[in-house]
């Protein structure tokens, strides 16, 4: 079955980066598009990027854009978020989460990976 499993988080100053991966498994996943999300403490769960697996395109939150990049590697089933110029207000639990392309919800989830930015 499909399974989602982040890497990458960590703690990290303000204006320094990370790259969190999230290696995908259980099928192909031509058909499907996969997202990076987050929820900070207190907060509600808020997405933040998504990209196409089969043709590669890709959305960010306004939040983001320019500062984070999601890529895909289909050799490696591997979904990554680039994340720049970090600042304490992404501090998150970053989720990993992939959904059919016709769909509107993202239901398969990773576990979660924690990222911290300090000041």
């Known amino acids: 079955q499909v399974r989602l499993v982040e890497s990458g988080g960590g703690l990290v100053q303000a204006g320094g980066f990370l790259r969190l991966s999230c290696a995908a498994s259980?099928?192909?996943?031509?058909?499907?598009?996969m997202g990076w999300f987050r929820q900070a403490p207190g907060k509600e769960r808020e997405f933040v990027a998504s990209?196409?697996?089969?043709?590669?395109?890709?959305y960010y939150a306004d939040s983001v854009k320019g500062r984070f990049a999601i890529s895909r590697d289909k050799v490696s089933n591997t979904v990554y978020l680039q994340m720049n110029s970090l600042k304490p207000e992404d501090t998150a639990v970053y989720y990993c989460?992939?959904?059919?392309?016709?769909?509107?919800?993202?239901?398969?989830w990773g576990q979660g990976t924690q990222v911290t930015v300090s000041s």
């Open positions: 989460a992939a959904r059919f392309l016709v769909a509107k919800e993202y239901n398969y």
């Open positions: 259980g099928r192909t996943f031509s058909s499907y598009a």
């Open positions: 990209v196409n697996w089969s043709g590669g395109s890709t």
